[in-house]
């Protein structure tokens, strides 16, 4: 069963706006970690953020900004006056116990379009 | 500069062909990874090294063959590959395996076997 759900394939947006990345997570556990990591066309996955799941504080960096809701089991991530760097598939991950020693499940991906 | 590097970062070969990718993480982390990115799938994780002593193979075909020389160094050897073994491979390291580590990835191998 999927434990990362992004149900954004892509997403394209104009230069300057907003963009919002969904992310739904199902695991058993009370203590858990999410991530989210960026990878560019270049092929690096470059690591975002981290949580824990008894963290509930959004988080600001920047541009970007993200929204842990434990009640809907979401970790949403918000790109702010988006740029064209921006453009990059975009992955959250879940570390838990369920299933093994806590490897990361990643979602699909979301693939960020933005255009000039 | 990032903290693992992986060359080469591009390679074609034979299905005959021997060859293998180098990572090497200056982060002085504990545990590195292989991942496979294919096309139009998720990440898989191939295999695990914690403390230079491998702890997972999902599965992995023997045509691939890791090996970790110490704590600093991955590679991974190829032989006799398959078209569809064409893809991104990822190196990976974090401080230790396990619950709630941040892995970081280096920048990849794309790798086309024809």
């Known amino acids: 069963a999927q434990k990362v759900t992004q149900a954004q394939t892509e997403i394209s947006v104009v230069e300057k706006e907003d963009v919002t990345l969904d992310c739904v997570y199902e695991?058993?556990?009370?203590?858990?970690?999410l991530f989210w990591y960026k990878q560019p066309p270049s092929g690096e996955l470059v690591f975002l953020i981290r949580?824990?799941?008894?963290?509930?504080q959004n988080e600001i960096s920047g541009r970007y900004s993200w929204n842990f809701q434990k009640s809907t089991s979401s970790f949403n991530f918000t790109i702010t006056a988006s740029q064209v760097v921006d453009s990059a598939v975009y992955f959250c991950a879940l570390s838990d116990l369920t299933d093994s020693w806590g490897k990361l499940q990643f979602g699909a991906g979301t693939q960020v379009v933005v255009t000039p | 500069e990032t903290g693992v590097t992986q060359t080469p970062r591009h390679l074609v070969m034979g299905m005959t062909n021997k060859k293998s990718l180098k990572c090497e993480q200056h982060?002085?982390?504990?545990?590195m990874y292989w991942y496979k990115q294919s096309a139009k799938k998720p990440l898989e994780l191939m295999f695990v090294y914690s403390l230079e002593e491998r702890v997972e193979n999902n599965s992995v075909p023997s045509r691939f063959s890791p090996e970790c020389p110490n704590s600093s160094h991955l590679f991974l050897h190829l032989h006799t590959l398959q078209p569809e073994d064409s893809a991104l491979y990822l190196c990976a390291s974090s401080q230790d395996r396990g619950f709630g580590n941040t892995i970081y990835f280096g920048e990849g191998s794309w790798l086309t076997v024809v």
């Open positions: 982060l002085g982390h504990n545990a």
């Open positions: 695991t058993r556990d009370t203590t858990y970690y």
């Open positions: 949580r824990n799941s008894f963290d509930e």
